[in-house]
């Protein structure tokens, strides 16, 4: 870490008392300074559960205990199980108990395998369970990869992998202890459009890369730190960098393929908003990569909707838009002439990421976003907020560390 001052615990202690991590206001999510405690959150809204439990498709499909049944959870993941050859739910975790009893009979799930957050240790006897998928407020993953691996089960945790490099350090370090493996849900890593965009980038599509934009931005709408774990700074860190933002950051490496060598950034909040009490509204960062090329990264809590990456090269360019959304995406290069492509259903990302999982816990195989990759991104992430803390630009080591 660099010997400036620009570490983290200096961006938080720069950034003012309204930004300090609290217990008080992260309401029955997060007790801080005894443990990170869960309390169960009452069903979320619009969702659909499914008529009948899906089917598992193999005799060696690996068994997952989804530890916390949110929006996300619940809407996004859970409903890609049916998709997926080698990936079930055999477990699910959470501190509601009506929540437990309607989820898990919608998803056949054993009534002796509905557990709570207090009784989620008893998970190490369970052999139908075979690894967790970590569905929790970011500041709550590296507490509870850390218990999921000492119960022996490999782990599937959700972006961003943590608040701290530290604690990513930790998780990895646990990982190893047990023998288990980690992965971080990077899920346009394996939604067509994006990796047609990697092959086109590894292929010069435009020539040199001189440019690179991304936004990643929605508005908030009325809420508070207690309201809503997104605007609380234990849970969620600094905002919507580490929430949307991160996919722009994903992308500007991936489509790149470089590690900036320095940052600069900016951040924003409105006075007097209590969707801003603790979090930034805006954040907004220049890289400079090895190559020469720049990179120019915005996401925002407070403004209108946006999800798109463009590469502009000296042939041509190439833009996504929306770049990493659930579904519709984008994909064309401009340069002598236009080339639009259509390279297949962006809805196989979510099944296609569980099967890579099940393949490397039951092949042995490499992942392809493990551990190590979400500690990258979240060593630029403290970079990125180091920088707009000093108010001035940080070197970096090809690894992503402050100079």
């Known amino acids: 870490m660099s010997n400036n001052g620009l570490t983290r615990r200096g961006f938080i202690g720069a950034s003012g008392g309204a930004l300090a991590l609290s217990a008080s206001s992260a309401g029955a999510l997060l007790q801080v300074g005894d443990g990170a405690r869960v309390a169960g959150q009452p069903m979320p809204g619009g ?14 499909s690996i068994g997952f205990a989804i530890v916390g049944l949110g929006g996300y959870a619940l809407n996004q993941m859970m409903p890609r199980f049916v998709q997926a050859e080698r990936a079930h739910i055999a477990a699910i975790v959470s501190g509601n108990p009506d929540k437990l009893r309607r989820v898990g009979d919608a998803y056949g799930v054993a009534e002796n395998a509905r557990y709570s957050y207090e009784s989620f240790a008893r998970i190490a006897s369970d ?31 959700e972006k961003p992998m943590a608040l701290s490099s530290a604690e990513c ?16 849900a990077y899920r346009s890593h394996f939604e067509p459009y994006n990796i047609e965009a990697m092959k086109l980038m590894r292929q010069k599509a435009v020539g040199e890369v001189r440019l690179m934009r991304t936004e990643q931005s929605y508005r908030m709408g009325p809420t508070s730190p207690s309201q809503n774990w997104r605007a609380n700074r234990a849970l969620a860190g600094g905002g919507p960098l580490e929430d949307y933002g991160i996919y722009g950051l994903q992308s500007a490496l991936y489509l790149t393929g470089e590690m900036p060598e320095s940052i600069s950034a900016t951040t924003f909040r409105p006075a007097g908003d209590p969707r801003f009490a603790e979090i930034f509204a805006h954040v907004s960062s220049q890289w400079r990569f090895p190559s020469g090329a720049v990179a120019q990264l915005v996401t925002s809590y407070d403004s209108a909707g946006i999800n798109f990456a463009q590469v502009r090269g000296t042939e041509g360019s190439l833009l996504m838009d929306p770049a990493t959304s659930y579904a519709g995406q984008t994909l064309r290069v401009e340069g002598h002439d236009v080339r639009t492509f259509t390279p297949g259903d962006p809805d196989v990302q979510f099944a296609r990421q569980l099967d890579h999982f099940a393949n490397a816990v039951r092949d042995n195989t490499a992942i392809l976003t493990p551990g190590e990759m979400g500690l990258r991104d979240v060593r630029l992430i403290e970079a990125i907020y ?18």
């Open 169 to 184: 350090e930790r998780m990895i370090a646990a990982g190893r202890r047990a023998n288990r493996k980690l992965m971080i």
């Open 47 to 60: 969702v659909k559960l499914p008529a009948a439990p899906p089917q598992r498709k193999r005799a060696d």
């Open 127 to 157: 052999d139908r369970i075979d690894a967790v998928y970590i569905v929790l407020p970011t500041g709550l993953h590296a507490d509870w990869t850390e218990r999921a691996f000492a119960a022996g089960k490999h782990v599937l945790c």
């Open 386 to 403: 180091a920088s707009a803390a000093a108010g001035r630009t940080v070197k970096l080591t090809p690894d992503g560390r402050m100079r």
